[in-house]
Every structure is written in structure tokens, then in C-alpha cells.
């Protein structure tokens, strides 16, 4: 399936939109200030440790985080740095988020979120966890005052996330936020065709297709039925 294309949901009055594409290259048309872009970080927040093959191609290794400090450039590292830990190398926990501005990316922001180390946990302790940290970046996003956020598949990969979980996880996380009634788009923009047949999924059972113009003034899809197949 193309990249561009792309779903959109209405989860009470929260805007949600789904599409497959590179979350570094998002960028709707408005005002830089208002805009944000997720980053899959760690909790010393200063770049990517390891490598993801899976999104070499287009990330050059490490990740969401390794693309994002590569494109925003040394000033993002810095800003990150400035920080206050709250225990030696932990700027911020498992599970919240932390704001700083773009650095030298298209948006204004970036929230970094902490997504838990799958391996590390018990299953069920894993996904509240992840569920905890698309709540803490939405919120953030929310208190900002922010009118749009670009989230990416967060936990699903160095982090060992199955996409099932993260899907559901994500999903929870905007049932709880819709309930506030915020002023916030919020675009799911995930790299992995079996990302997006998740997001979909999960998706479909909290929330109802919609037909609006994005924020990015293009015309949003319907959701298929979950059956279309969905290559790689």
C-alpha cells in the first residue's frame, strides 16, 4: 500500500489520524509552534543506544530517537542534557515524557517518551506501562497547548513490544485522554506495515472511522475492512 495514505478516527471529540510513513519527515501544514513530534527515547535522554535493523533504511540505525537528534542536530542533545536528573542518568522514568523545543526539526517540539523494556517486565505490568507513557506524551501535548502530535509505534522495537500490545496500549491511552475533551490531533505515524495493520485493528474497536480534512488540509481515507491486506 502507498505510504501517503492514511485513516482517520473520532474517538469522542479527539481526532485521530493512522498512517504508515517516516515520523521524521511529518509535517502538516501549520504554524512550527504547534506541533510536535514523539520520540521513542530512553531514560537519559540523550540519543539512541543499540540499533534496529529493521529501520535502517530510512533511520540510519538506532531508531525513531537516532533519526530524530541526526535531523535536529547537536542542539536537540543539548537541550535534552539540560534536563534535571532525577537520579544518576535518569532524566526521565519508564513510563512518563519530557518536553523540549525541535532543536532543528519542521516542528516546534519534541516530547520525548520512555516506553517500558519489554523483556524486563511481567506481560501485564509491560503494557500498563506503555499504555502510561502514550498517556504522559498526550498529555504533555495537551498542557502545551499543542494543536497537533505525531506519535510513532512506541515500544515496538528495540524496546521488544509485541504490535498487538503496543497497539492496544495506544488505543487505551486515547480512550482515557478523550475523555478530557482536548484540542489535540493526534497522528499515529508508523514505519512498519505490521504496525499500521495493528493500529488499525485496535483502532477499529474504540473508535469510529471518520471523513474530515487532516491537519495537514488532505483528505482522509475510511478505514478499509481490517481484512485488506497490508504488505510489507
Known amino acids: 500500500m502507498s505510504r501517503h495514505e492514511q485513516w482517520s478516527f473520532h474517538l469522542n471529540a479527539l481526532h485521530i489520524v493512522i498512517c504508515r510513513g517516516n515520523i521524521v ?32 533504511d530510512d533511520f540510519g540505525g538506532g531508531g525513531v530517537d537516532a533519526a530524530l537528534h541526526r535531523v535536529a542536530g547537536p542542539r536537540l542533545r543539548c537541550l535534552c542534557a539540560d534536563l534535571p536528573e532525577i537520579s544518576p542518568g535518569v532524566r526521565c522514568p519508564t513510563g512518563q515524557a519530557r518536553i523540549t523545543a525541535g532543536a532543528d526539526l519542521h516542528v516546534g517540539h519534541v516530547i ?17 506501562l506503555l499504555e502510561q507513557t502514550f498517556l504522559s506524551a498526550l498529555m504533555l501535548a495537551k498542557e502545551s497547548s499543542l494543536r497537533a502530535v505525531a506519535i510513532p509505534a512506541l515500544g515496538c ?63 482522509v481515507r475510511e478505514m478499509p475492512p481490517i481484512t485488506t491486506p497490508i504488505g510489507d
Open 112 to 128: 520525548h517518551a520512555v516506553a517500558p523494556v519489554f523483556p524486563a517486565y511481567a506481560p501485564e505490568e509491560a503494557e500498563r
Open 157 to 219: 522495537g528495540l524496546f521488544g513490544c509485541p504490535v498487538e500490545a503496543g497497539a492496544r496500549a495506544a488505543m487505551e491511552a486515547c480512550r482515557h485522554f478523550a475523555e478530557l475533551k482536548p484540542n489535540l490531533e493526534v497522528h499515529f505515524v508508523l514505519y512498519k506495515a505490521s504496525e499500521l495493520k495493528a493500529w488499525l485493528k485496535a483502532a477499529e474497536i474504540v473508535a469510529k472511522p471518520a471523513l474530515p480534512a487532516s491537519a495537514s488540509g488532505d483528505a
Open 25 to 56: 519527515a511529518w509535517q502538516p501544514v501549520a504554524d512550527k509552534q504547534d506541533l510536535a513530534i514523539v520520540n521513542a527515547a530512553n531514560e537519559g535522554l540523550l540519543g539512541a543506544v543499540g540499533d534496529d535493523e529493521d529501520y535502517g
